[in-house]
């Protein structure tokens, strides 16, 4: 029976590349996204490999989100797989230097939205008594670096969010993970730092991950049999060790 999909932060990075992942092996999809030219985009490439819908909207709006995901048309309407991958980091600052909009941001997107999208799901699969939910962490959830600390926090927050949600709908069935990446290779620097020239230096000198990396890993954690869950993945690029550890190209 053919899946359908649900991934939110489809436009850009692991998001997008897992988008494309799912279409590959004809898993059906829902793309969710604040900037509607590119869903657009992205939903005439995949539709020649399997069926998309769009849906346009922030997931740090409380009220749209639901509005959004209540209108998922009939056929799409039950998600059996669930991808929370819509974040950010805002600012690289001292906690004493910390812009309180960016601190905000990183809140309302990494803890709040991913809440709101998993609350207006979670019901049809706790009635179903089947689903996969993954929260797309970040090894910042694992360790803090320095003035990482916000960020950090709200990735924390993910990986305790998914293990309260693997305790709660256990009795379900539902399988619930998170997976937990280092540094990959996308547009995550350059909204960290604002458009500033900075963010291209962040992945010179070393091998990062790609989005597709981690696109094919979520593809393997939700294709696993029934009784298996991968409930925590923690993946770096081979050069990088810890949040302090990364071995640069001499």
């Given at each position: 029976m053919t899946k359908t999909a649900l991934i939110t932060g489809a436009t850009s990075g692991i998001g997008h590349a897992t988008a494309y992942e799912f279409a590959k092996h004809g898993i059906n999809l829902v793309l969710c996204g604040r900037r509607l030219d590119r869903l657009n985009t992205i939903k005439e490439a995949l539709e020649k490999l399997t069926n998309v819908h769009i849906l346009n909207f922030d997931v740090k709006d409380k009220t749209e989100t639901f509005k959004a995901i209540k209108s998922i048309p009939e056929g799409f309407k039950t998600i059996d797989i669930l991808i929370n991958n819509a974040g950010n980091a805002h600012g690289?600052?001292?906690?004493?230097?910390?812009?309180?909009?960016?601190?905000?941001?990183?809140?309302?997107?990494?803890?709040?939205?991913l809440l709101y999208v998993s609350k207006a799901i979670i019901p049809q699969m706790t009635e179903r008594k089947s689903g996969h939910i993954i929260n797309i962490g970040s090894s910042a959830g694992k360790q803090v670096y320095p003035n990482g600390n916000v960020y950090c926090a709200s990735k924390h927050a993910v990986l305790a969010i998914t293990e309260g949600m693997r305790i709660d709908l256990n009795p379900f069935g539902i399988k619930v993970?998170?997976?937990?990446?280092?540094?990959v290779q996308t547009e995550f620097s350059q909204v960290r730092f604002k458009g500033?020239?900075?963010?291209?230096?962040?992945?010179?000198?070393?091998?990062?991950?790609q989005a597709e990396d981690i696109a094919e890993i979520i593809y393997f954690v939700v294709s696993r049999p029934n009784h298996v869950n991968?409930?925590?993945?923690?993946?770096?690029?081979?050069?990088?060790?810890?949040?302090?550890?990364?071995?640069?190209?001499?």
């Open positions: 690289l600052d001292p906690i004493n230097e910390g812009d309180i909009d960016d601190w905000d941001a990183m809140m309302d997107i990494n803890v709040k939205g993970g998170a997976i937990s990446p280092g540094l500033d020239k900075k963010a291209d230096a962040v992945y010179q000198g070393f091998d990062a991950l991968i409930a925590d993945l923690l993946v770096f690029p081979t050069a990088q060790a810890n949040a302090f550890t990364l071995k640069k190209n001499s």
